[in-house]
């Protein structure tokens, strides 16, 4: 498999796990919008890629340079692909899973089980220190 552009070894080994073939893959290059002026308007830089097979498009403009950008649409096409293939095994989809379960506030066991642990902890504490105060003083 050759991509028109060359992309990290992670992105191809994906590529290749998922099947997808450079050839079914249609690039456009246009003109961008929004802010940048007169540069923006001007340069061809946006680049637009449509997977045929599953009629997915990626439009990328983030960067003044049409090759950069050429990488990063074909990033995300392979990244999107994937998530609409694997669905929740993606990686991407197993990032926001873990983000959101970080997140997410503690059963009210779980917060009673931390306490536990801490006053336990600190009762250890608290035995160590009386012991040291008793050894001080004999020793006075």
């Not at 649409?73 to 095994?89: F, R, S, V």
């Not at 989809?93 to 902890?121: G, M, N, P, T, Y």
Request: glycine content about 4%; charged content about 35%; hydrophobic content about 30%.
């Amino acid at each position: 498999m050759n991509f028109p552009v060359e992309l990290p070894p992670q992105i191809l080994a994906l590529a290749a796990v998922l099947k997808i073939l450079p050839e079914d893959i249609d690039e456009f290059f246009t003109r961008g919008g929004g802010p940048g002026g007169q540069k923006i308007n001007k340069t061809a830089s946006c680049v637009e890629l449509t997977h045929r097979p599953t009629g997915t498009v990626v439009r990328v403009q983030r960067f003044r340079e049409q090759h950069l950008n050429r990488i990063a649409a074909y990033k995300q096409l392979i990244e999107k692909l994937e998530e609409q293939i694997k669905g929740k095994e993606s990686k991407r989809q197993q990032e926001q899973f873990k983000v959101r379960k970080q997140k997410q506030r503690r059963s009210r066991r779980a917060k009673e089980k931390i306490l536990q642990d801490k006053h336990h902890r600190s009762s250890l504490k608290e035995q160590r220190q009386r012991a040291l105060r008793r050894s001080l003083e004999e020793l006075r």
